[in-house]
């Protein structure tokens, strides 16, 4: 299954008094980059957010977030007289501490950070919640790069079909191509007889046969073209192979350019090397 390193992905659980959400994003990267944006309370599962990421996505920059905001709680007309008399009994202590010089009163100071603690949190249950939400995110994340992954699948396949097309029409060429240079050769062969030159005329001869022979370069294109459609079947991660396949067939075409003596291989060969960019850039987004 082909799958892209372009993705977005959101999740939300609820506990007893919390809404927590999960995002993570996914782009292209040569090698799996995992960062964390947590909240202060789920520091301790860092450790495992990374394991359960890494062990699913093999290559891509993720970015992972997590949020947390408490629930909004029902409104009572009945007073927590518990709570009261803490607030009562904090504000007391704090004023003790104070003289009448200080600028702001207890309930000031309880307002700033810090000053109240939070009842210790339960952290299996926290950790239930938060693996339930990463498992969430990271199965969407992963049918939408599927998903975006299928269709890059499916334009590398046709543009697959296009250099084999080309290819088939280099092919066809050769035998033009061959006959207009026979007949140079021949022309050549001509003016060495009445002036001989015996070295020019075997580098003529050596350039010539290099230009002859382009099929060696035409049968390499379709084996790594071929190649290209059997690793797109395999179920793994295929971006680096795919790229490396992309540098031998550019080369390909670049040689192929260059021997080229005729108009209409050029523009194959340049024809060639745009397929094989255009394919090149969307095999970057492939895991």
């Known amino acids: 299954m082909i799958r892209s390193m372009t993705a977005f992905a959101s999740s939300e659980v609820e506990t007893e008094d919390l809404a927590i959400n999960c995002e993570l994003r996914s782009v292209n990267h040569r090698y799996c980059d995992i960062t964390l944006k947590v909240p202060e309370r789920f520091r301790f599962m860092e450790g495992d957010i990374r394991k359960i990421l890494a062990q699913f996505l093999k290559r891509g920059k993720i970015e992972c977030a997590i949020n947390y905001k408490k629930k909004e709680q029902a409104q009572s007309y009945q007073p927590n007289l518990e709570a009261v008399k ?35 949190i339960d952290k299996s249950a926290l950790q239930q919640a938060g693996q339930e939400l990463l498992e969430q995110a990271l199965s969407q994340l992963l049918v939408s790069r599927e998903r975006e992954g299928e269709q890059l ?74 190649e290209v459609l059997r690793v797109l079947k395999q179920n793994e991660p295929i971006g680096r192979r795919l790229d490396f396949l992309m540098q ?18 050029t523009r194959i060969a340049i024809d060639l090397k745009v397929l094989i960019e255009q394919m090149r850039e969307q095999i970057q987004n492939i895991e």
């Open 248 to 265: 031998e067939m550019n080369r390909e075409a670049n040689t192929l350019g260059s021997k080229s003596s005729d108009k209409e291989m």
């Open 153 to 226: 699948g499916q334009m590398l396949e046709i543009r697959c079909q296009k250099i084999f097309e080309l290819i088939s029409e280099a092919e066809k060429r050769m035998p033009e191509v061959l006959s207009r240079i026979r007949k140079k050769l021949a022309d050549r062969i001509v003016e060495m007889v009445k002036d001989p030159d015996f070295d020019r005329f075997e580098q003529e001869l050596v350039m010539l046969t290099q230009k002859l022979d382009v099929d060696e370069e035409l049968d390499r294109l379709k084996a790594h073209t071929n």
């Open 86 to 120: 803490g607030l009562l009994a904090a504000t007391d202590s704090i004023q003790k501490l104070m003289d009448n010089s200080q600028p702001f009163s207890a309930l000031d100071v309880l307002a700033f950070p810090g000053i109240q603690q939070e009842p210790e």
